[in-house]
């Protein structure tokens, strides 16, 4: 009767629109997908993005979801830069959650910045529970499937392929027990399994912390910040009043408006750690920090100061408390914080935030087989959806490939030759990928001082340097050998960088 109906339906109607981060035109829906209120013609309607197969769409569509809970997919149209060849023969689809981004944000005020005070921003979601009437009591994962498979259906699309990526694999697994006819395959990058409690990430935080010391100790100049893991250990457990509020702003190198708590600095660490780029700043950047120079720390706090504004804070809370913090407890939380240098401040927040967020539980099923095609992406120093959960939860689908890039943080789809192994997936789900190319993937460089990674000194081109020894032999008109001298650099100088 679905069928039947969605096929009575008008097609929806598009217009040609564009977005940040891709500079081809793109086809914007607005798809009408049911009602959060009592009135039963007050519709919600779904912003949905399809760039379009450019050779005409002879595979079937790929439907990009997006993490979080909260994340937009609209937010993910830089992905389709390293997904171009993928894009040549199918539809990629990026639907905004009902609560999320184009589909009337669900943010609760937040916007770009959100309060360093744990108690100020739990005083905001307060009011913002209050006054949202029944909304937060309507959005969550089920929700987002039927709203998913509404899409699916008015678009015409028989049969689907789906990427998520972190909790948007929560919400593609889900869609696979839920709806498996309209399914082909899954690509799974940043595994959150649905029995997985991926809020616990102290214990995931600490491993990929450990796994960028054992990087650093390996590496000719990040090995000489050799203290850098105990200058944090000690940063963290001693940050002052006087240091939170002097700790410069990433933006203007002034103090910050607001003090920056002990937890906002752990929470940059861990941030930085789910990208290996950002990563490669650290040893340097806690270094300076424990000499009293807080201003490369601060940089990688800016780093990341959009992804605050990226989240529908509201969106966010109602499905965490419903379908995540409702199986977490207090015995968890100490069980994963023990040992870790960010114990419980992550999850604090939202442990603190379901506390004035009362959404009643929504536990999922337990799995049941399904045999598409899934490949599994990991890194293996994420540090919130480690490789450990797609090897240890997910035997129910069998048939599974899975891809592990070394050092690799959250998310590794864009990376090295993973775009050209989905693509293959994709086209072919059922044979075996060659993934011998993964190897060639390797961390960015350490940072060696304030303008990044060391200097590599000019290699000496062996031809050029006879003509030029003959030349001065004899007399000719060669370069002045003392500008030679003048130019020329001691590889260990250049090594050092800003190193002291």
């Known amino acids: 009767m679905a069928e039947q109906g969605a096929a009575e339906m008008a097609a929806p109607v598009s217009e040609t629109c564009y977005a940040d981060g891709w500079s081809e035109s793109l086809r914007c829906y607005r798809i009408p997908v049911g009602t959060d209120s009592a009135n039963a013609d007050d519709l919600v309607k779904l912003s949905v993005l399809v760039a379009p197969a450019v050779n005409g769409g002879q595979h079937e569509p790929l439907y990009l979801l997006a993490g979080g809970p909260g994340q937009a997919a609209s937010d993910l149209v830089r992905l389709l830069n390293p997904l171009r060849k993928l894009n040549r023969g199918r539809d990629i689809v990026m639907v905004d959650r009902r609560g999320g981004g184009r589909s009337d944000a669900f943010d609760c005020g937040f916007g770009a910045e959100i309060p360093n005070n744990i108690e100020l ?157 950002a990563a490669a700043q650290l040893p340097y950047a806690v270094s300076e920090a424990s000499r009293g120079n807080y201003a490369p720390l601060s940089g990688i706090l800016g780093l990341f100061a959009d992804m605050e504004g990226a989240m529908s804070l509201g969106l966010t809370y109602s499905v965490a408390c419903a379908e995540e913090m409702n199986r977490i407890d207090a015995a968890d939380i100490d069980r994963d914080a023990d040992d870790t240098f960010i114990g419980d401040m992550f999850i604090r927040i939202f442990v603190e935030g379901c506390k004035v967020w009362p959404v009643p539980p929504r536990p999922y099923d337990a799995p049941e087989p399904r045999d598409h095609p899934v490949l599994l992406i990991s890194g293996s120093a994420d540090p919130i959806t480690p490789p450990k959960y797609a090897n240890e939860q997910l035997a129910y689908l069998p048939n599974q490939q899975h891809l592990i890039v070394r050092g690799g943080g959250h998310i590794n789809s864009p990376r090295g030759c993973v775009p050209d192994l989905i693509l293959q997936f994709l086209d072919q789900p059922d044979a075996t990928l060659d993934d011998g190319c993964i190897a060639d993937i390797r961390r960015p460089p350490f940072a060696a001082g304030a303008f990044g990674p060391a200097l590599m000194p000019e290699q000496a081109i062996p031809e050029a340097d006879s003509l030029l020894a003959q030349e001065h032999s004899a007399g000719g008109a060669g370069e002045n050998p003392e500008k030679l001298e003048q130019r020329a650099i001691p590889t260990e100088e250049v090594a050092g960088g800003d190193q002291p």
Request: aromatic fraction near 8%; glycine fraction near 6%; proline fraction near 6%.
């Open 121 to 277: 921003m739990t005083a905001q979601l307060a009011a913002c529970y209050i006054n949202a009437g029944e909304r937060p009591l309507t959005i969550n994962s089920r929700q987002t499937v039927e709203d998913l498979e509404s899409v699916r259906r008015a678009l015409g699309h028989e049969r689907i392929s789906l990427w998520g990526g972190s909790w948007g694999t929560r919400t593609a697994l889900l869609y696979q027990q839920w709806y498996p006819d309209a399914l082909q395959s899954l690509v799974l990058d940043g595994v959150a399994p649905i029995d997985t409690k991926v809020f616990l990430a102290a214990s995931a935080a600490e491993s990929a912390l450990q796994e960028l010391e054992q990087a650093c100790s390996e590496d000719p100049v990040c090995a000489g910040f050799v203290n850098w893991r105990s200058q944090l250990d000690n940063l963290l457990a001693n940050w002052s009043h006087a240091q939170a509020s002097n700790f410069p702003d990433p933006f203007t190198g002034r103090p910050a408006e607001e003090p920056v708590e002990t937890w906002m600095l752990a929470g940059a660490v861990r941030t930085a750690l789910y990208d290996p780029a």
